[in-house]
Nanobody, 121 residues
Framework: QVQVAESGGGLVQAGGSLRLSCAAS????????MAWHRQVPGKQREMVAT???????EYADSVKGRFTVSGDSAKNTAYLQMTRLTPEDTAVYYC???????????????WGSGTQVTVSS
């Protein structure tokens, strides 16, 4: 059983900052990567940022230069530092952990339940 838990969401004014955390725990051999996605009611979930176990990162164009994803492999935790927030960043932010149960085994993934980020104008 693997659990993924996000934290750090909240209400912030436009131009402000927030830092989200995502921790993976449970029975796995390794976490190969983590990704942040976000979803607004009535719209599809969209990728925001990803980070691999080797530290490679990718960002959606809409957040480049404002958001920074980082990770602590020893803690199986990823962070999303969000700056210069706008009301368009308001969404539920979800974390996805990609993991293996053995060294060369199959890859699995698990979503967290999400954390709300609300940016007021």
């Amino acid at each position: 059983q693997v659990q993924v838990a996000e934290s750090g969401g909240g209400l912030v004014q436009a131009g402000g900052s927030l830092r989200l955390s995502c921790a993976a725990s449970g029975n796995f051999f390794s976490v190969d990567g983590m990704a942040w996605h976000r979803q607004v009611p009535g719209k599809q979930r969209e990728m925001v940022a990803t980070i691999t176990s080797s530290g490679r990162t990718e960002y959606a164009d809409s957040v480049k230069g404002r958001f920074t994803v980082s990770g602590d492999s020893a803690k199986n935790t990823a962070y999303l530092q969000m700056t210069r927030l706008t009301p368009e960043d308001t969404a539920v932010y979800y974390c996805l952990a990609v993991y293996r149960t053995t060294r060369s085994g199959r890859i699995y993934d698990m979503w967290g339940s999400g954390t709300q980020v609300t940016v007021s104008s």
